[in-house]
Nanobody, 117 residues
């Protein structure tokens, strides 16, 4: 059972930046590298949404709401995916999670991001 641990969240003012990390354990680096990994977020009272995804070859895609502000990257040797978040807005406030493209692994606990206005 793959274990996901998200970290790096916190409280930041509008316009600030955060870098989130997602570390996967109980999985080989090869298997990790073959999976498309996504960052999701869930705001209070809202459904979980996909905000960024990176495929095994490194191609990335973003939700329109974060395009140009967020950057997803991966380090397969460390079984880790990152999310650099710049120009943060109050509407980015949510719990952020990582998982495969179709959420095939068990969810981690997430990391809280709060953007104050």
């Amino acid at each position: 059972q793959v274990q996901l641990v998200e970290s790096g969240g916190g409280l930041v003012q509008t316009g600030g930046s955060l870098r989130l990390s997602c570390a996967a354990s109980r999985i080989t680096t090869f298997t990790f590298s073959t999976n498309a990994i996504a960052w999701y977020r869930q705001a209070p009272g809202k459904q979980r949404e996909l905000v960024a995804i990176i495929v095994s070859g490194g191609t990335t895609n973003y939700a329109d709401s974060v395009k140009g502000r967020f950057t997803i990257s991966r380090d397969n040797a460390k079984n880790t995916v990152y999310l650099q978040m710049n120009s943060l807005k109050p509407e980015d406030t949510a719990v952020y999670y990582c998982n495969t493209q179709f959420a095939r692994w068990s969810w981690g606990q997430g990391t809280q991001v709060t953007v104050s206005s």
